[in-house]
């Protein structure tokens, strides 16, 4: 079974700076796919990002990026210019690549606090 | 936004009720899940279903059962709450390509439905 451990139960950054969050997982696949969801204090689940086993090249989407080592089985999440909006609990997931194995498995998330 | 309702948003309840949460689903896709969330743990999927009355279960399935009779409605029934079932659940939704590989996109989640069992 895969599991997912984000170490980081709490991280703050002072606003405008870089912050980034870990995530490792575990699995024997090799193709697969992993995401970081962040869930606001309005309990929804929203992408921030995802990430294909298959691409050697880190994902990026605006001021969020990825630090994918597959190797090492390792998945953050920088955040750059932070703004008071992304304050939240951040949760990393991974998902099988096999069709019929949709399910996603998740770490126990990070709360990110930002500084004004 | 995907278009997923869960109702109740909120609900109370007492020990040894029956309780039955509904997820409904505008986008037509095969595969629907319910997970629950409780500090220190994240999001842990309860039961699955990949087709109208194809359901599976998940890490914490025990306590309860599920039921999928048409496309767009998931159904989470706790038979007899416990305060151990106290959570937010949520409800989630995925397609599938069919071609042997799962899509990479992502689960498109509900809002949460927060139960209180006392």
């Known amino acids: 079974a895969q599991t997912v451990t984000q170490s980081q139960p709490e991280m703050s950054v002072q606003e405008a700076e870089t912050v980034t969050l870990s995530c490792t997982y575990d699995?024997?696949?090799?193709?697969?796919?992993l995401f970081w969801y962040k869930q606001p204090p309005s309990r929804q689940m929203i992408l921030v990002i995802r990430?294909?086993?298959?691409?050697?090249q880190n994902a990026t989407e605006n001021r969020f990026s990825v630090n994918f080592q597959k190797a090492a089985k390792s998945f953050s999440l920088k955040i750059s210019d932070s703004q008071l909006g992304d304050a939240a609990m951040y949760f990393c997931?991974?998902?099988?690549?096999?069709?019929?194995?949709?399910?996603?498995?998740f770490g126990t998330g990070t709360r990110l606090t930002i500084i004004p | 936004d995907a278009g997923i309702t869960q109702s109740p948003r909120h609900k109370v309840t007492e020990t040894g009720t029956p309780v039955t949460l509904r997820c409904h689903q505008t986008?037509?896709?095969?595969?629907m899940y319910w997970y629950r969330q409780d500090p220190g743990h994240g999001l842990r999927l309860i039961h699955y279903?990949?087709?109208?009355?194809?359901?599976d279960k998940g890490e914490v399935s025990d306590g309860y059962s599920v039921s999928r009779s048409k496309t767009e409605d998931f159904l989470l029934t706790l038979e007899s709450a416990t305060s151990s079932q106290t959570s937010v659940y949520f409800c989630?939704?995925?397609?599938?390509?069919?071609?042997?590989?799962?899509?990479?996109?992502?689960?498109?989640f509900g809002d949460g439905t927060r139960l209180s069992i006392l």
């Open positions: 989630a939704i995925s397609e599938s390509t069919g071609t042997g590989y799962s899509s990479n996109q992502p689960q498109h």
């Open positions: 699995t024997s696949e090799s193709d697969y796919y």
């Open positions: 990430q294909e086993a298959y691409k050697q």
């Open positions: 997931a991974y998902r099988s690549a096999q069709d019929g194995n949709e399910k996603l498995t």
């Open positions: 986008e037509n896709h095969r595969y």
């Open positions: 279903s990949y087709g109208v009355k194809d359901t």
